[in-house]
């Protein structure tokens, strides 16, 4: 029988934050707005020398070493971004060089 499991997930959070109020500063919106439409006060930002691949690395360390599972099985690496810093090679596959998952897809 084949199947797919996840064997572990984590994260990495950018360290820059945007509140409503900074961008009541630079656009014609309001703090109270914002937050009446989406629920949101503050957003993470990627800023000087984080990328997305960055905080996918060391999201894909952490989880590695948390579960203590050997790179060699991981068959699959999935990263999403919004707005990734190049098209071409992937975010995922950066991570995958990165982190010697030399099997993954």
Same mark, same amino acid.
């Given at each position: 029988? $084949? /199947? %797919? ?6 994260? #990495?959070?950018?360290?820059? %934050?945007? $509140?409503?109020?900074? @961008? &009541? *500063?630079? @656009?014609?919106?309001?703090? #109270?707005?914002? !937050?009446?439409? !989406? =629920?949101?006060? #503050?957003?993470?930002? +990627?800023? =000087?020398? #984080? $990328?997305?691949?960055? @905080? =996918?690395? &060391? ?5 590695? *070493? ?6 060699? *099985? +991981?068959d699959l690496i ?5 707005a990734p810093e ?10 995958? /060089?990165?982190? /010697? ?5």
């Open positions: 029988m $084949t /199947g %797919t499991k996840i064997v572990a997930i984590d994260f #990495e959070v950018a360290k820059n %934050t945007i $509140t409503n109020n900074d @961008l &009541e *500063k630079i @656009l014609d919106t309001s703090d #109270e707005w914002i !937050t009446t439409r !989406t =629920g949101i006060k #503050e957003r993470k930002v +990627i800023g =000087g020398d #984080e $990328t997305s691949a960055n @905080l =996918g690395i &060391e999201a894909a360390k952490k989880a590695i *070493k948390r579960c203590n599972y050997d790179v060699d *099985k +991981i999935i990263a999403a971004a919004s190049e098209v071409y090679p992937s975010v995922s596959c950066i991570i995958q /060089g990165a982190i /010697g998952a030399n099997n993954a897809a």
